[in-house]
Every structure is written in structure tokens, then in C-alpha cells.
């Protein structure tokens, strides 16, 4: 009571029996709007950027430094288990990406993310031509659309478009490699897919060899990784339909519900590494260049205690992220090399009208901006740089030293957010693909896809595995291993060899 009678003298209790007041937001500013660097270069005041804050919620009073500073910082794999999406802490970009796509509770992996799978492989040369498949295709399709309780998102990939064709062309090229390496017959044919999705390919290459080389089928082992559970499962039973159908070993099949990134044991023996559309979904971390010294600085991820996202920029670069821009330029591909060459000059002109890597950008150009929109503390517009990629080669390297890589994934995706390399954020509502433009995003409710550099990962992954290497297109891969008179429509056309023209291999 007495308490009371205080706060009613100081007038306080009114106060604190009111409901806090309400939240201001501009929807017309996105996260990505502000950049707050740290530490912040010193701005005279700029009367737009006044206006500004005044006209919508400006989040921070205190510098820059201080709020990044006040707030924890958190790991995707620290939050995997937790219900909840986080509050008050801030993270890297990948961890933020990585969090929003596989956190096990509100992931966008979570919520049963479904890969199409026809219910009976396309029969090509009764098909007239290439719309006549895509007719096909939209039939088979239909079982999808009817029946409501099914997820809407649903990945489309070769393997299962181009079922069972695509998986044996994987299989012959394994066979021809595991002669020509010497391989045969002293050692096991060892394979290990990460992220098998329903199987299929797994079924696809084990019975072709079993049809064709019978004597190496019984030194098969067939090993999946599967970060996901619901998949890891469908893997099992499609693997054991097979088994009861076609009479394939039990015993040649592994799968291991986990993610490549928490692989533990050494593989010495000599293994094929077969990773399909994985790479779009690594996470990416991102970069801005201070437009006055060109110091690359690294992105996080601020939330605050309402779950509002912030951007800010700080000298803490990742041990990837550092491991990376020194592999950039000190390989083929430096950009600061680049940089001094003739053609690089002419980058920074063509950066008034052409988007081009944030390091050749015209610095009038920049500066420009900086005072027209002043909103990105004097730096560059912000490159996604692919270090889970490269952890991923480093596990490749340590994990499986004698692996020989076969990879494909896109090198191009439409639609993306701004930014060099950046990716393509969407989601589905009420039946159509809606795509956005930041990737800070409420978590889990997203795709974030990203298109890989092949040039670049391909002599990133023989710096770090010391292995040759090469790039193949889509279509390049398949004329050389695949049954192309198999998927030839009456009228000559060759769905599996023209689509996914934005689709590269890498193979070691
Ligand atoms: C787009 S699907 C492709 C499936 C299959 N390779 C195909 O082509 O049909 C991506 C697959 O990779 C798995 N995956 C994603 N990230 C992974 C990781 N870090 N470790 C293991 N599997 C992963 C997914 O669960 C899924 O099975």
C-alpha cells in the first residue's frame, strides 16, 4: 500500500498500468533499407537522412557500436532445437539463413517439404513432342493440386523429372570411372549420396548395375546422408518397395539421418560423393566493401526483443568468410586483380547501368548514392559469399579424402534480391510462388535459393581438396552418359537434354 501511495505521488503507476504503446511500422522500409556499420563512420548530418528518421520508427538511440554490442550472439546450430524463433540476439547471415531453412521446429524444412515424383516414369517415344511431355507432366502433376492436405511446396529435380534415364546416366558414369581408376576389382564400389529426397536416384543407379555389371553389384554399398527425417524414411521405403519388387540387397544400404556438416568418421576407402541440387540451399554468408578503404566487412543479423530484423556490417569477418576471399584472390578468379586490368576500368562504367561485382563499382557512382539515400554508412551494395560451400569442400577433403565428386546444381536463378550473388527468396500463397526481396524474412516461412558460381567452385574445390576437377553443363553430361534415344520424343525433340539449361555440373 504503501508502495502504491509512492508511485501514485511520483505518478509513475498510471504509467505502469498502461499498455505499452503501440508499434509504429513503415512497411515501405524493409531490414535492408539501413546498413549500420561498426564501428560507424563518423556522417555530417544529413538532412534527408533527418527526415527520415523522423518519418518512421528509426530503430536505435544509441550508436551503432553500442546496440550491436548489448545484443548476444547466437549459432544456427545452437538455436536447431529451440520452439521458438529468437529474440534479442544477433547472428551471421549464414546462421541466420541456416536457421530460418533447417531449424527442426520453425524451419522451412521442416514443414514437409515435398519433392515431385511421378507415379510412373514418362514413356518418351509415345510422346509427340516436347509440349506433349509438358502436357504429360501436368497430368501427372494433378495428384498434387487434388489433394488439399499435401504441402504446396514442391521441389521439381532432373532425377525425378527424367526418371529412371537420368539416375543411369550417374550409374554409367560411376562404372566407366570405377574401372578407369583401377579401382576394379580390389576395392568395393562405394557410393554415398548426400540428400537422396525419395530415393530415387539411389534406386535408379543401383539397379542399373545390377542389371549390367551383376559381378559389381555384389561389392556395391549404397550410403545416403539426409539431414532431413521425413525423407531419411521415404528413402527406407521406396529403397525396401524396390527391394521386394527387383530383389536388391538389404544389406548394400546405409542411411544416415544427419546433416553433412556434423559428419564425424573417416572415409579412407576410395568412394563416389554424389550431391544434387544440395548446394542451392547452403547457406551464404554476406559482404559489404567500406566504399572509402575497400575493407570487406561481414553482415549479421540483428533481432530485437519484438523480432524486428536489423543489417549490421562488422570488421568480425567468419573464419570461412576470411578463408574465403583469400582463396578468391589468391586463385583465378581475384576480383581486386581484375580490378587494375583495362576490362576492369570499364566494369566500373558499365556499373552505372549494369550490375557488376561491389569491388569494381564506380566510386563517384557510390558516393552519389551515399547522399541521395543515405542509409548505408559508405558501403558498397553487399556480395553473398558461398562459405557453407566451402565447408563443405573441407569436409569433402578431410572426411573423404579419396572421394571423386559428382555434383550439379543451377548457375543461374531468375528473380533474386539485390545484391551480387544473391539469392531468390519465395514462398507459396494461396497457390502461387511469391518471390521477395530481402532474405530477413520470418524464419522458416521461405525458400532462400542461390545460384552457384561454377568457375569459382570449381577452383575453390582444387585449392582445398588438391583433386582436378571439371565443369560440365547439363546437357553436356547427358549427351555423354545418358540413353538419349530413351528420351527422344516421336518428333526428335529431347526434353531431358533442353531443359534445365541453367543447371552446371561439377565432377572430380
Ligand atoms: C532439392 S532436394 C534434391 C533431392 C535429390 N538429390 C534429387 O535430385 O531429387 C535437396 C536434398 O538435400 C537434402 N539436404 C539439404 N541440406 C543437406 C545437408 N546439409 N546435409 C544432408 N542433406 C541435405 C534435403 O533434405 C533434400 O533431400
Known amino acids: 500500500m504503501l508502495t502504491l501511495r509512492r508511485h501514485l505521488f511520483k505518478g509513475r503507476l498510471k504509467k505502469a498500468l498502461e499498455p505499452p504503446p503501440p508499434s509504429h511500422y513503415e512497411y515501405s522500409i524493409s531490414p535492408k533499407t539501413y546498413n549500420f556499420k561498426v564501428p560507424s563512420t563518423k556522417q ?234 544440395v548446394f542451392d540451399n547452403f547457406a551464404h554468408d554476406i559482404i559489404a566493401y567500406d566504399m572509402n578503404t575497400g575493407e570487406p566487412m561481414e553482415g549479421k543479423v540483428l533481432i530485437d526483443k519484438k523480432g524486428d530484423f536489423y543489417q549490421f556490417f562488422t570488421r568480425e569477418l567468419s573464419p570461412y568468410t576470411n578463408a574465403y576471399l583469400q582463396l578468391r584472390e589468391h586463385g583465378d578468379f581475384s576480383v581486386l586483380r581484375y580490378q587494375s586490368t583495362l576490362q576492369g576500368r570499364l566494369d566500373s562504367i558499365k556499373s552505372f547501368y549494369k550490375s557488376v561485382h561491389p569491388l569494381l563499382e564506380s566510386s563517384t557512382k557510390l558516393k552519389v548514392k551515399q547522399m541521395i539515400f543515405p542509409f548505408n554508412d559508405d558501403l558498397s551494395t553487399p556480395e553473398f559469399i558461398p562459405t557453407r560451400l566451402l565447408q563443405f569442400f573441407q569436409i569433402l577433403k578431410h572426411k573423404f579424402p579419396n572421394h571423386s565428386l559428382i555434383s550439379s546444381d543451377f548457375h543461374y536463378l531468375p528473380n533474386t534480391i539485390k545484391g551480387f550473388n544473391a539469392p531468390v527468396v519465395q514462398t507459396m500463397l494461396k497457390k502461387e510462388m511469391v518471390d521477395v526481396r530481402t532474405y530477413m524474412v520470418q524464419q522458416g516461412y521461405f525458400d532462400i535459393m542461390f545460384a552457384t558460381d561454377f568457375e569459382i567452385a570449381n577452383d575453390m574445390y582444387q585449392k582445398v581438396t588438391g583433386k582436378e576437377s571439371k565443369i560440365n553443363t547439363h546437357r553436356g553430361f547427358l549427351e555423354q552418359w545418358a540413353d538419349v534415344e530413351a528420351t527422344t520424343t516421336k518428333d526428335g525433340e529431347n526434353p531431358m537434354l533442353d531443359f534445365y539449361r541453367n543447371v552446371s555440373f561439377l565432377t572430380s
Open 44 to 277: 555530417t548530418l544529413n538532412p534527408i537522412q533527418l527526415i527520415y528518421q523522423k518519418a518512421v520508427n528509426f530503430p536505435f538511440d544509441k550508436s551503432n557500436e553500442e546496440v550491436y554490442n548489448s545484443y548476444p550472439k547466437v549459432t544456427s546450430n545452437q538455436l536447431l532445437d529451440r520452439k521458438t524463433r529468437p529474440r534479442g540476439v544477433s547472428m551471421s547471415t549464414a546462421d541466420f539463413i541456416e536457421d530460418s531453412l533447417y531449424n527442426k521446429h520453425y524451419g522451412y524444412f521442416a514443414k514437409e517439404a515435398e519433392i515431385y515424383h511421378p507415379d510412373k516414369p514418362f514413356n518418351y517415344p509415345n510422346v509427340k513432342d516436347i509440349d506433349g511431355f509438358m502436357e504429360a507432366w501436368g497430368e501427372s502433376y494433378s495428384k498434387y493440386d487434388q489433394d488439399e492436405t499435401k504441402p504446396l511446396q514442391l521441389w521439381h529435380t532432373p532425377t525425378e523429372l527424367f526418371n529412371p534415364h537420368y539416375g543411369e546416366s550417374l550409374a554409367r558414369y560411376i562404372l566407366f570411372n570405377y574401372k578407369v581408376n583401377g579401382n576394379y576389382p580390389y576395392e568395393d564400389l562405394i557410393i554415398y549420396e548426400m540428400g537422396g529426397g525419395n530415393g530415387t536416384l539411389m534406386c535408379n543407379v543401383l539397379n542399373y548395375i545390377k542389371k549390367h555389371e551383376p559381378q559389381i553389384y555384389t561389392k556395391t554399398q549404397y550410403k545416403i546422408i539426409e539431414i532431413s527425417s521425413q525423407l531419411a524414411k521415404k528413402q527406407k521405403s521406396s529403397y525396401s518397395k524396390k527391394l521386394k519388387e527387383e530383389g536388391l540387397n538389404a544389406d548394400i544400404l546405409e542411411i544416415h539421418n544427419v546433416s553433412i556438416f556434423d559428419w564425424k568418421e573417416i572415409v579412407e576407402e576410395p568412394c563416389f560423393f554424389i550431391a544434387l541440387e
